[in-house]
């Protein structure tokens, strides 16, 4: 009861729709990848911008990387200012990720922002019990109040990323067509294994996504797609998200490129995979 009327008080602070109340039972996915650059967080923002606009979910961004790219992403969009920090919700000085979610101007999606003090936040986690599943009790009420929770985790393998996993029921594993990502994937898709064994049984591969593909190579574009193929099968997703400068300046700009460029490449290729995501998370 003290956390619903800690979220009223908040709402009257901020200005955008408010989220439904009920009894909902989010899909949590990780989009986590070793490797930076390979558009993990723009795939976040886009693919929660797709789901809300054409899917009609109501979808939560958490951005675990202290970057703080989804911010700057969504500057445009975003409404109004948290009353604390997700830093500070996961070291239980506030109940659960709920509390602190910001509206935007899209019906439908909502995010936590990172902070920078979630590079100490890692460090601090490891000293306590249970430091796994510190996430993962603290998305419990934010659960039931969205349809997908998207986390946007830091390029590492390290506590944040684990609590990610943890908590997550699939995790999309984006990579650009290198050499370099395709050991990246190998290596997460390890750590995920180990997790499931350990920690997360229920935890399964919602796809990997190529990104950044560049189609005037196609000769690695071939070599790395039939490798991942082979190892991944049909983990590996049908979209692809070929490079468009829309998508750029979209970013610069602030905003979703669905919004930004709603005709452009990269729009095109962010819808299509909302269409496959929700299809893989609601088997529709």
């Known amino acids: 009861m003290a956390m619903m009327h800690a979220f009223e008080d908040f709402r009257r602070l901020v200005a955008g729709p408010r989220i439904d109340v009920g009894n909902r039972d989010a899909r949590v996915v990780a989009i986590a990848a070793r490797k930076g650059g390979v558009g993990k967080t723009t795939t976040t923002v886009n693919l929660g911008a797709g789901l809300a606009l054409f899917h009609k979910r ?39 990720v709920f509390e602190i979610v910001q509206p935007t101007t899209i019906d439908g999606l909502w995010y936590v922002a990172s902070d920078p003090g979630l590079n100490q936040t890692e460090g601090e986690m490891a000293s306590r019990i249970g430091k796994e599943l510190l996430l993962r009790q603290a998305i419990k009420a934010a659960r039931s109040h969205f349809d997908v929770v998207l986390c946007d985790c830091p390029p590492n393998l390290g506590s944040l990323t684990v609590n990610a996993l943890v908590a997550a029921d699939a995790v999309l594993v984006p990579t650009d067509l290198s050499t370099l990502s395709l050991d990246g ?17 229920g935890l399964g591969v919602l796809g990997v996504l190529r990104t950044r593909v560049d189609k005037r190579n196609q000769t690695m574009n071939t070599a790395i797609t039939e490798a991942l193929t082979s190892r991944y099968g049909p983990w590996v997703l049908d979209t692809e998200i070929g490079v ?5 300046k979209a970013q610069h700009a602030g905003r979703p ?15 299509t995979l909302a269409a496959e995501v929700d299809r893989r998370l609601f088997g529709r």
Request: proline share 3%; aromatic share 2%; glycine share 8%.
């Open 58 to 96: 109501k979808v939560l961004l958490l951005d675990m990387d202290a970057q703080g790219h989804v911010d700057m992403c969504l500057r445009v969009e975003g409404r109004g200012r948290a009353p604390d920090t997700l830093s500070r919700v996961l070291l239980g000085k506030r109940r659960d």
């Open 257 to 271: 490129v669905l919004l930004d460029d709603a005709d452009s490449r990269g729009s095109d290729g962010y819808r």
């Open 244 to 248: 468009s400068t829309a998508i750029a």
């Open 185 to 201: 994937v190998d290596a997460l898709l390890d750590t995920v294994d180990t997790v499931r064994e350990t920690l997360n049984p």
